[in-house]
């Protein structure tokens, strides 16, 4: 790797500092290899520490316009730096040391750092701190594509720790910590009515209390992977609205306030569908999985082998149409189905009891008895003496064409 120091470096304060700061910088990046992200490698590294100014800000503003057209590294060396309302251009890798750490500088509500209609660029081994400062958001990605925000950490960002909006694609969020940090923490939010961010992965971040709509959130999006991600002690795990093609594996969501995971829709979006969950553990959260909100269409969604165990009011509120297959529940009674089109197979509850939704009359199979009770008790609700809650397989109070579409989706399933 060829390390440049070139003429764009300040040198104005002490020299003897500056030289040991460049030492030291150099000597953590040899031990992390070489530098570079998306197949580029840049060879001209920028110490923001030799840059002068009234503020931090001012700083480090300075050494991000001293990015070249071919690219550069930005380093911002160990310590506390204050500084907001950063932009950085194309081919920038912004990377701190460790103990860099960038705090929000007192009432003032823009990010720390946007980029705009940029391309290959990456913010790497950084602390963000939002010292809660309301509505300060931490970084703004904006029409940008190939970027990657790789083994940062966030703390006390009270609105979007990391904000991705308008038209991006081909980028990673991956290895960040996040504490305290609420309003939809990680926030992929595409352009409304359309899927305009695609091809992204969220992988390996850890939140941790995100009391106030703290979760990863995934809006008009497509393509995009989100996996082995830890969610502790928010208010959702992961939120969805108008996606497709979204995997969502081996995900830990535990202790959230309110929903696990959601499906969220809404008039006017088009929908979203294709998605796969696999392998998530969604525990001691509010309610495990639900649609939550909006009535638009969904369709095409599978869960396979997840756990949804020790949920507060439900495991699965299954209030939209989807696939559960080999998944575990706490309970029979921590299953709630009130969509006619969903199909349940081969689920148990944690002691190995199958789960069979449709088995009115609980002999473990579907089939001509359990239409037979239903048929019997067609047109009951739920005031009527003859009411038997076991025929209520859609369970809305009502015995009616809808339980039997359910027992005849799943008519012939034995265990
Ligand atoms: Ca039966
Ligand atoms: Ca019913």
Known sequence: MIILLTSTVNTANSPSDS????????HHLTLLGSISHQNESYDLIINASQYTGETDGERLQKALDDVPPEGAVVLISKGVWSACNLTAKSKTVIMGTDGTIIKHPNNIEAPFITFQNRSNFAIINVTFDGQSVPEASGILILGSKQFQIVNNTFVNLKRNAIRISENCENF????????????????????????????????????ING?????????????????????????????????????????????????????????????????????????????????????????NVSLRNNYF?????LDIYADFPATFINNTITSAEKLKIVNTAVKFIGNKDINGQLVLPADVNDDQKIDMWDIGIVARLYGASKEQVNWDSRADVVEDGVIDMRDLALIAIHYGVYA
């Not at 969020?173 to 409304?192: H, K, R, V, W, Y």
């Not at 996996?227 to 081996?250: A, D, M, P």
């Open 19 to 26: 030289c040991t700061l460049i030492h030291e910088d150099v």
């Open 172 to 207: 990673t969020i991956e290895n960040n910590m996040f504490l305290n940090c609420d309003n939809a923490t990680i926030c992929i939010f595409g352009s409304p009515g359309s899927r305009s961010i695609r091809s992204f992965t969220v992988a390996n971040n850890v939140l």
């Open 211 to 299: 009391s106030n709509n703290g979760k990863i959130g995934l809006a008009f999006a497509e393509n995009g992977t989100v996996i082995n991600n830890v969610v502790v002690s928010g208010e959702y795990g992961i939120g969805t609205r108008c996606v497709s093609n979204i995997l969502i594996k081996r995900n830990s969501i535990e202790n959230c306030s309110s929903y696990g995971i959601y499906l969220g829709t809404q008039l006017g979006d088009p929908g979203s569908n294709e998605i796969e969950m696999e392998e998530n553990y969604i525990a001691n959260c509010k309610v495990g999985i639900s649609r939550y909100y909006g009535s638009y269409s969904i369709y």
């Open 309 to 313: 165990v020790f949920n507060q009011l």
